[in-house]
């Protein structure tokens, strides 16, 4: 009887905890259960340039806001968010630049040639929204006393400047297609017709809240200083 | 011995197997499992006016973006994105237009007195984000071969329009701030002297993208109609 039961226990084991396995089948696709990147440890809310940084390389994507070209007009400008993914370089080096992969199809990227200072704002709460095996901070969770997005302490994070093309082929071109491509697999397989452009943002403002008291607005400088970068 | 096994098995499966209880220990927090509201099937990709609206409805926040106050000038303006919780109704109700609880102390609020059309920008990706028991689409998530927050089967939607803020008292309030508070339970403890402000888009334009084929745009008429509703 005893080997009967062990048999079954084990199992009923198998059955239920979580698989080791690095792809699993959810609904019809094959999903790969991790990031590809390791999550680096959140910093102190003290630190605002270091958290800023850290939100830029540990995300993935944010919501790009561009002057729209096919709403109002130059008296009455309006605004036009669109989601898009990013990196700020490879797993294992943090620039502090956001990166895109997108297309003049698009249209943020066409309102860009008229209007070229964006914005690119980010959400602590999307940390665990693409990769499968990632818990959300209780900060952002709702339910929580003191969880919520709009909550302070669910870092929010938006980064201004203009929209820069990066001209393929240079250096910083060839670093940023591989960061892309390494954790956005499957932009590498987008259709080659519609002429990818990988463009930047150079920075010239940063506006955080990640805890009560309203936001912290950072230079630059103080930005990319906090991990050892120069601009 | 069977017996021995027997309580073995059944202490190892208690440990692995996921709690049914409504609360859990999360980090420092007891987290609710559950999101107030049951998220309703997704529509066929074909019914786009019906993919807003369950949009609208299903997700939990967005980044609203404003013509920025503190950046830019008049001839030129710059774009500033923020986070923002949202709901559109209570979770039996929905209405199709966003509600916004903020406050004039918000760099979006300051903003929307200066230029009052904004946008409201949403991604699929963020369904799982804030409600720990829900699984992300394939569609968005990363490590999959078409998935990503950037590819168009992972649906964005953008919603144009005034920014409105609603009369204290008027029925559109109170159902308005029943809806808030019932789907972001944290927002009823929030400082008073912060006078929070409930504010709606009225909806001018709808920009949608859910599968491949460039953006669908959408008169309000469609979008409310969608539901049955008058806009």
Redesign the interface.
């Known amino acids: ?2 080997p009967f ?2 048999l ?2 084990l199992l ?2 198998a059955a ?2 979580p698989s080791s396995a690095k792809n699993v089948k ?11 990147c390791k999550l680096a440890p959140r910093p102190d809310k003290a630190e605002k340039a270091l958290t800023a940084r850290w939100m830029v390389h540990s995300l ?9 070209t096919r ?2 007009g130059d008296t ?10 990013f990196v700020d370089g490879t797993c294992e080096k943090s620039t502090g630049t956001p990166y895109f ?2 297309t003049y ?1 698009d ?1 943020s990227y066409a309102d860009s040639l008229i ?1 070229e ?5 980010l ?1 602590e ?8 095996e990632r ?4 900060s ?12 302070p302490v ?1 870092a ?1 994070l ?1 980064l ?1 400047g203009k929209f820069v093309v990066l001209t393929e082929g240079t250096e910083e071109y060839n670093l940023a297609k591989e960061a892309i491509f390494e ?5 590498e ?1 987008w259709p080659e017709n519609h002429e990818w452009v990988i463009a930047k943002i150079d920075i ?2 940063v ?1 955080l809240i990640d805890f009560f008291g ?2 912290s607005i950072l230079t630059p400088e103080e930005y990319f200083a906090a991990m050892g970068d120069e601009r």
Not at 26 to 36: A, H, L, Q, S, V
Not at 62 to 67: C, E, M, N, P
Not at 140 to 151: F, Q
Not at 183 to 187: D, E, F, L, N, Q
């Open positions: 009887m005893a039961i062990t079954v226990c009923l084991l239920v905890l959810k609904g019809k696709i094959d999903i790969r259960e991790e990031c590809p993935d994507w944010g919501i790009l806001a561009t002057i729209s709403l109002g009455s400008p309006v605004p036009f968010g669109n989601v898009y993914s992969y997108g199809m249209q209007h200072t964006v914005s690119f704002s959400s709460a999307s940390l665990s929204s693409v990769c499968t818990e959300a901070f209780t952002c969770a709702l339910g929580t006393k003191y969880g919520d997005p709009e909550n669910c929010r938006t201004t954790r956005h697999p499957s932009m397989g010239e403002d506006w309203g936001a």
